[in-house]
């Protein structure tokens, strides 16, 4: 095998490698949960990755919040969002495509879960 050849095997590698390791971030994509303490309000979800930076937001009949603090750790997804001034943390633990977790902010808390959608 000629140097020109060992070179694009290698970058071809690499760039295989790359878009295994984004594919198998298990939080990115869209969402769609339930929280239960709003008498059964459907949320969507969306986290983004880029440069091995999450990022997203939450969107249902009570607004647009942006996700503030993305975590994945493991199988646990950790996040906060800004209602107004208040600060609500979430969290979420992930089982192949659902999710299931609970939230605390200073006017409530209460448990959420959801599917990841295709």
Excluded: H
């Amino acid at each position: 095998m000629n140097r020109a050849t060992a070179m694009l095997v290698a970058v071809a590698l690499l760039l295989a490698c790359a878009s295994v390791q984004a594919a198998e971030n298990p939080v990115v994509g869209a969402w769609k949960l339930v929280s239960f303490a709003f008498e059964g309000a459907t949320w969507t979800m969306t986290v983004k990755e880029q440069n091995g930076k999450l990022s997203g937001s939450i969107a249902g009949d009570y607004g647009r919040y942006e996700l503030t603090k993305p975590k994945l750790d493991g199988a646990t997804f950790t996040f906060s969002i800004y209602v107004g001034e208040d600060i609500y943390e979430g969290e979420g633990k992930i089982s192949g495509k659902s999710m299931q977790g609970s939230y605390l902010g200073p006017n409530g808390k209460g448990t959420f879960q959801g599917d990841k959608q295709p």
